[in-house]
């Protein structure tokens, strides 16, 4: 079945700290692949996604690649800000289908 | 962005009695709604999709008769947890889409946190 795992938190880091917030997936096919980001007291929002191998998607400084090979879509940023504190959660949606498959997230703490 | 927002934030209940939370699409129009559940340090998994003026469509294993889902209009949906226990306690999201497409993007509102006791 279609499945997505990624690294648990807290990841806490100091400012300007390069993030990477690991991302696998199972599935058949080629399905898409977005990371959500969620702040406090608000609701997911779309951070990037990639819809096919190789893509990558960026967004405020993130960036993740679609790599078939290795089933991942591992976020990065090079210089996290305290305003980056949020929990992110890495989702896939199958070929043709409008549902997603989320992982449980990871919550970020960025400390000045 | 299109905003989602959800109420209400929190609730606590007594077990046997009924919860409603509504759903509301802000800014634009949800032809299709979605609800999801998400328990702790768990992903979230959705339970139901709901198209404004038809019935619900629920996941396996979702008892239909359990949580009441109705999309009366193209900007408000609404669960209803009936007879809840404190297995129900949870953090309900709905999301809202302009179609079912698998293109389309999805705006998720903020959650509901209920607590049954």
């Known amino acids: 079945g279609n499945s997505v795992t990624q690294m648990e938190g807290p990841v806490t880091l100091s400012e300007e700290a390069f993030l990477t917030i690991n991302c696998t997936y199972t599935a058949t096919g080629y399905p898409s692949l977005f990371w959500y980001v969620q702040y406090p007291g608000e609701g997911l929002q779309l951070l990037l996604k990639?819809?096919?191998?190789?893509d990558k998607g960026s967004n405020k400084g993130f960036e993740a690649t679609y790599r078939k090979e290795t089933t991942s879509f591992h976020l990065e940023k090079g210089s996290v800000q305290v305003s980056d504190s949020a929990v992110y959660f890495c989702?896939?949606?199958?070929?043709?289908?409008?549902?997603?498959?989320f992982g449980t997230g990871t919550r970020l703490k960025v400390l000045a | 962005g299109a905003v989602v927002s959800q109420h209400p934030s929190r609730v606590i209940c007594k077990s046997g009695t009924s919860v409603k939370i509504e759903c509301r699409s802000l800014d634009f129009q949800a032809t299709t709604m979605f609800w999801y559940r998400q328990f702790p340090k768990q992903s979230l998994m959705l339970m139901a999709t709901?198209?404004?003026?038809?019935?619900?469509?629920?996941e396996q294993g979702v008892e239909k008769d359990k949580f009441l889902i109705n999309h009366a209009s193209l900007t408000l949906s609404t669960l209803t947890v009936t007879s809840a226990h404190p297995e129900d306690s949870s953090f309900y999201i709905c999301?809202?889409?302009?179609?079912?497409?698998?293109?389309?993007?999805?705006?998720f509102g903020p959650g509901t946190r209920l607590t049954v006791l």
């Open positions: 990639a819809t096919k191998a190789d």
């Open positions: 999301s809202g889409g302009t179609s079912v497409s698998s293109t389309d993007t999805q705006y």
């Open positions: 989702a896939l949606r199958p070929m043709g289908t409008y549902k997603y498959i």
């Open positions: 709901s198209n404004e003026g038809s019935k619900a469509t629920y």
